[in-house]
């Protein structure tokens, strides 16, 4: 069974970006960042706790987290 949150986690320089993609409502973006790859889980569950009003204990979240190398194509412009 998955859980019901999904976060993507990629290094981008010193930091963490973090991306809720999944379990939030629709007319809701949940972003972040951390400083330490430990930090990742801790802070996505705190947006998820902001942005629902839920206690950040309870929330069973899926983290992704990935390599800047693993991106796919971006543009230059």
Known sequence: MRAPFRAVAERNGDWWEIEIT????RNMLGVSQARRRSDVERVARSVIAELLDIAPDGIEIDVDVRQASERGPTAVA
């Open 22 to 25: 999944h379990g939030l409502p």
